[in-house]
């Protein structure tokens, strides 16, 4: 603390108490968004994140052998403990939600190469806050497909532990078509992430899956038996796509899957289904738009 042309030195008088209350600086926050925003009011009434010193405190000086600071043996009392820092981490993970949610707005409005400003503008905060959580647009392609890719683990075990195999077919086309329908920029989406990372393939783990539930409707005999895991994800773009002529289309989904439902079932009098069919793998890379003649 310095003293002024005006002050006088402190000096011990007899009798004399002298009460400095302690100065609190409500210390202004930089937002998620880079933004100065004013100190935090908090519940009871005390100034939150970034209030410097304990705002009850006082410093008392008394002539007893000189001045010192008496000491209280009251606990002090502080605010609540909001740090600019977690209120910034809370800021950043609100921020990166919003924007991921809106990014699949504007994506299925205007594709995946929309311009990031107008993802800014949706979502309220300034273009340095989309860049600050994705530094380019690929950053932006690669979350929103690693989002798709545990969409699908989210959706496995309601498909797999459904009632019966065949409950397990008709859920995997009706949630996944519905799903695809939904994101009409997923072709996009699957053929840029392969361009940006040819090497990355996390979709081939669910082959396995896919070829469990089939075993399992075969067994049952409910689904007929030469249908394969390519089969149903061709089945599930097909019905998707309906997503590609916009919301008025994507009613009559429910028709066509009931369609493709009534010839999945197994029955005495089916024929084969002809032509050969191509490995999981091999569908993977093409739904990918992989040439793998040049891998």
């Known amino acids: 603390m310095m003293l002024g042309v005006g002050d ?11 009460e400095v209350a302690a100065i609190a600086h409500a210390v202004a926050e930089v937002g998620d968004d880079g933004c100065l925003d004013g100190p935090r009011v908090l519940g009871d009434g005390s100034v939150g994140a970034g209030f410097v010193g304990d705002h009850t405190a006082s410093l008392r000086a008394r002539r007893n052998g000189g001045l010192r600071p008496s000491v209280s043996t009251a ?3 502080y605010p609540r403990k909001v740090t600019s820092a977690t209120s910034n981490r809370r800021d950043a ?4 939600a ?17 311009p990031l400003d107008e993802l800014a503008a949706r979502a ?5 806050t989309v860049y600050r959580h994705f530094p380019n647009r690929d950053a932006l392609i690669r979350e929103l497909y690693d989002d798709a890719i545990a969409m699908f683990h989210d959706l496995g075990p309601e498909i797999v532990d459904a009632p019966t195999g065949w409950e397990s077919i008709e859920w995997f086309l009706d949630r ?25 393939r996390p979709g081939l ?3 396995s899956i896919i070829d469990g539930i089939i075993e399992r409707a075969i067994a049952e005999g409910s689904l007929r038996a030469d249908v394969t895991a390519v089969d149903l994800n061709i ?22 899957l009931r369609i493709i439902l009534d010839g999945l079932r197994a029955r005495p009098d089916l024929e084969p289904l002809p032509g050969a069919v191509p490995g999981f793998g091999e569908f993977h890379d093409a739904a990918h738009g992989r040439d793998a003649a040049q891998e």
Request: aromatic residues 8%; charged residues 25%.
């Open 8 to 18: 006088r030195p402190l000096r011990g008088q007899q009798g004399l108490e002298v």
């Open 176 to 200: 996944l078509g519905a799903w695809v329908a939904a994101t009409p920029y997923l072709p996009a989406l699957m053929r840029r992430v392969a361009e940006l990372d040819p090497g990355y």
């Open 124 to 128: 309220g905060v300034g273009a340095g």
């Open 98 to 114: 919003r924007l991921i949610e809106e990014a699949k707005r504007l994506f299925t409005e205007r594709g995946i190469d929309a």
């Open 75 to 77: 606990p002090r009392r």
């Open 205 to 207: 783990e669910f082959e």
């Open 235 to 256: 089945l599930t773009n097909m019905l998707g796509s309906l997503g590609q002529y916009g919301g008025a289309m994507l009613p009559y989904q429910r028709r066509q």
């Open 93 to 96: 993970r609100r921020n990166h």
